[in-house]
Nanobody, 121 residues
Framework: QVQLVESGGGLVQAGGSLRLSCAASGRTFSRYTMAWFRRPLGKEREFVAR????????YYADSVKDRFTISRDNAKNTMYLQMNSLKPEDTAVYSCAFKYRGPGITDYDYWGQGTQVTVSS
């Protein structure tokens, strides 16, 4: 069983930055793709970014490309999301996901509880 715990959310002004962390338990952390998703209030969950187990290929939603950076430290069993130039429309609950099984974009075996990010205008 894998447990995921997000941290780093909070309230920030537009144009500001936040760094989210996702700490995972388990000994197979480095084998699997991980991702960040977000759910704005009253809306569907949406993909933000994905990173391979090795930390190699990364993919971003168009809405966050060039502003957000996903990374991971396999020695610490932790994934990160550096968010810069934040906009009010980035306000959402951000969740991390572990072990992609496909085929759908949200088909991950494990999910964290989420951390709230609020961007004020």
């Amino acid at each position: 069983q894998v447990q995921l715990v997000e941290s780093g959310g909070g309230l920030v002004q537009a144009g500001g930055s936040l760094r989210l962390s996702c700490a995972a338990s388990g000994r197979t952390f480095s084998r699997y793709t991980m991702a960040w998703f977000r759910r704005p209030l009253g809306k569907e969950r949406e993909f933000v970014a994905r990173i391979s187990g090795s930390g190699g290929p990364t993919y971003y939603a168009d809405s966050v490309k060039d502003r957000f950076t996903i990374s991971r430290d396999n020695a610490k069993n932790t994934m990160y999301l550096q968010m810069n130039s934040l906009k009010p429309e980035d306000t959402a609950v951000y969740s991390c996901a572990f072990k992609y099984r496909g085929p759908g974009i949200t088909d991950y075996d494990y999910w964290g509880q989420g951390t709230q990010v609020t961007v004020s205008s």
